[in-house]
C-alpha cells in the first residue's frame, strides 16, 4: 500500500489532491493489524472520499459567483474543471457578462475551454498567453484553479504567478477555486515537484536548450481568496486551516 500511494504521488508531483488521497489511504492502513482488515479500511476512506467530489465541486463553484459582484468581467487560463463550473453558475446568476481565457500554452487548453464555455452561452475573448497580465486592468477579477495550495504558494498552470502579479499591480482581485482536497498542509507540501515535460512541444532542436514546465508556485499573500466547498478564505485563514493537519506517520519512512 505504501508503495501504491507514492508511486502515484511521484507520478505526478504537483497535484495536491494525490498527496492527499495518499495520506488518507496511510491513515486508514497504517492503523489495522491484518490485511483484511486494512483493505476494508482503506476501501471505506476512498468510496467516502469519491462520494463527495461532486458536491464539493458544485458548492466551490457556487461559492466562488457568490463572491463576483454583478455583471463582472473576469480572466482565467488554463482549464480548471472547478472554475469552468464556477463561470457557468456565475453567467446564469447575473455575476459574470464576458470571460477572457488565455490559450494557455503548451497544450493551448485554454482555447477549448472557451470554446466550451461559448457553447454554454458565456461571452468569451481568448488572448495570446503573453497579453494576459496587460489584460488584467480591464477587467474585475483575476479567477483561476488550483491544482495544490500550501501554507505558502498556490501551484497551478504556468502564467498564473504573472497573473497574479498584474493582480496586484492593477489593484484587481486575484481569487482562486478549487476544492479542498487540494488544500495540502506543510507536512505533505514539501513532497510537491514542478516537473519539466517535453521540450519538443515547444521547439525540436538539439542545439537549443528549452525549459518547458507546465506549472509554476504563486506566492499564497497574492491572492485574494481561496474558495472552497468549506468558505472563502484570506491567505491567513489558509493557513490556520492548514496548521490543523498532520500528516500520517507513514510519511516519515519515505524519502522526499
Known amino acids: 500500500m505504501r508503495a501504491a500511494g507514492v508511486a502515484?504521488?511521484?507520478?505526478?508531483?504537483?497535484m495536491g489532491s494525490l498527496l492527499n488521497v495518499a495520506d488518507l489511504v496511510f491513515r486508514a492502513a497504517q492503523r489495522p493489524t491484518t490485511a483484511a482488515d486494512g483493505g476494508a479500511a482503506v476501501r471505506a476512506v476512498l468510496d467516502a472520499y469519491l462520494a463527495t467530489r461532486e458536491a464539493a465541486a458544485g458548492a466551490a463553484a457556487a461559492r466562488l459567483a457568490s463572491c463576483l459582484r454583478p455583471r463582472a468581467a473576469c480572466l482565467t487560463l488554463s482549464s480548471s474543471a472547478v472554475a469552468a463550473r464556477a463561470f457557468v453558475v456565475a453567467h446564469r446568476a447575473g455575476r459574470l457578462a464576458r470571460l477572457v481565457v488565455a490559450e494557455s500554452r503548451p497544450g493551448r487548453e485554454g482555447v477549448k475551454l472557451a470554446a466550451r464555455l461559448a457553447a454554454a452561452g458565456i461571452p468569451v475573448v481568448v488572448i495570446v498567453d503573453a497579453l494576459a497580465p496587460a489584460w488584467v486592468e480591464r477587467i474585475d477579477a483575476v479567477v483561476v484553479g488550483a491544482d495544490a495550495v500550501t501554507p505558502w504558494a498556490v501551484w497551478n498552470?504556468?502564467?498564473?504567478?504573472?497573473?497574479?502579479?498584474?493582480?496586484?499591480?492593477?489593484?484587481r482581485r486575484c481569487l482562486v477555486v478549487t476544492t479542498a482536497d487540494r488544500l495540502v498542509p506543510a507536512g505533505l507540501a514539501r513532497r510537491l515537484r514542478v516537473p519539466d515535460v517535453e521540450p519538443e512541444a515547444?521547439?525540436?532542436?538539439?542545439d537549443v536548450e528549452v525549459v518547458n514546465q507546465l506549472f509554476d508556485r504563486t506566492p499564497l499573500d497574492l491572492v485574494t481568496r481561496?474558495?472552497?466547498?468549506?468558505a472563502s478564505r484570506a491567505p491567513a485563514a489558509v493557513r490556520q486551516r492548514l496548521a490543523r493537519r498532520r500528516a500520517a506517520t507513514w510519511w516519515r519512512t519515505i524519502s522526499a
Open 8 to 14: 502515484v504521488v511521484r507520478a505526478q508531483p504537483a
Open 157 to 171: 498552470k504556468c502564467g498564473t504567478l504573472a497573473l497574479a502579479l498584474a493582480a496586484r499591480a492593477a489593484r
Open 202 to 206: 515547444v521547439l525540436e532542436r538539439r
Open 226 to 230: 481561496v474558495v472552497t466547498e468549506e
